[in-house]
């Protein structure tokens, strides 16, 4: 076991994501006027991304050495903690055997975690004399699946998402772009601990508080919060068209329904900013108490099916 986790070659190319890390935000801050310190931020990119990579790897190792490296191990792990490569992996296994099986999983958790930390150290979001140490080895194990997501965020707003930067937003345990990707215009999109379109919200504002809570729930819960979360969005779909349809106004219900009554948003929009979630409807908008239980519900049910998938797949 001890072998597998420090074998040579992941080794030397977890170090070799980190000198990579290093180099650019040598690069980056030396662009940015920040001289001699820029040392400091190479220093602690070099180590966040190579024990991003090396702690993400291992995270993946241990917990398909729990399911015996089956292959429905490694389905369940990569749907579970990388979500697309499970993606296809469950799509393949219907057709025979995986296509990323155990050693294809490890390389991806290594990449994951090594452009985590390397996006993480580069723009310095993790305070190391406080939560740093815990908000970064969530952000690389448990609650991987949103990071993997997150790095695709940072992958998509580079050069134009205007990744925040300076004292007020270093050491947040989140970062922030003002632009970048988004689902729908003026709403901003949380994955892991990557804020993407917050526009000018900088960390205090209600946004920011909003977007923080997401960031927690999937470092808390790991992959059942954002296997819950999107869950509740297909499972409610179609009721809410159903209802849309009967009451004459679809969008919202469906806004309302999949979004707003999220769980996990009611959770955030009551904690943070409730005052963005309100309708002259009020059957429109759910309270946490009902949608709590509901969500509790979609939630067992779809990983009943799941189970059920994987068990027929043996
Ligand atoms: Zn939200």
């Known amino acids: ?86 993606v296809i992996n469950l799509v393949s296994w219907a057709f ?65 998402g ?8 270093n050491r947040k345990s989140a970062h922030r772009y003002s632009s970048g990707f988004r689902l729908k215009s003026g709403f901003a999109f949380t994955q892991g601990a990557v804020m993407s379109n917050m526009g000018g919200r900088t960390p205090g504002s209600d946004l920011h508080k909003h977007e923080s809570i997401h960031v927690w729930q999937n470092r808390i819960l790991g992959p059942f919060f954002w296997f819950s979360y999107m869950g509740w969005m297909a499972v409610l779909f179609l009721p809410a068209l159903i209802v849309g349809l009967i009451a004459k ?15 996990w948003e009611v959770m955030a929009y009551e904690i943070a900013n409730d005052y963005a979630r309100t309708h002259p409807k009020k059957w429109l908008c759910w309270p946490l108490p009902v949608a709590i239980p509901l969500n509790v519900l979609v939630t067992g049910g779809l990983a009943a099916v799941f189970a059920w998938i994987v068990s027929v797949g043996f």
């Open 96 to 160: 025979g055997d995986p296509i990323i099986g155990v050693n294809g999983l490890l390389w991806t958790a290594l990449v994951i975690g090594g452009l985590v930390g390397l996006n993480d150290g580069l723009w310095a979001i993790h305070r190391w004399l406080g939560p740093g140490v815990a908000t970064f080895l969530l952000d690389v194990t448990w609650g991987i699946a949103g990071s993997t997501n997150g790095v695709l965020l940072h992958l998509i707003n580079i050069g134009w």
């Open 249 to 263: 106004s679809v969008g919202d219900t469906i806004l309302y329904w999949c979004y707003y009554d999220d769980p």
């Open 162 to 169: 205007g990744h925040g930067d300076g004292d007020p937003e």
């Open 1 to 86: 076991m001890l072998a597998r986790i420090f074998a040579l070659e992941p080794l030397l190319v977890a170090l070799g994501i980190g000198v990579v890390g290093a180099i650019l935000a040598l690069i980056v801050r030396l662009v940015k006027g920040d001289g001699a310190s820029s040392l400091l931020r190479a220093l602690e990119t070099l180590i966040t991304a190579a024990l991003g990579a090396f702690l993400a790897r291992t995270f993946i190792l241990l917990v398909l050495e729990l399911g015996d490296n089956t292959d429905a191990a490694v389905v369940v792990t990569s749907l579970l903690f990388t979500i697309w490569p499970g």
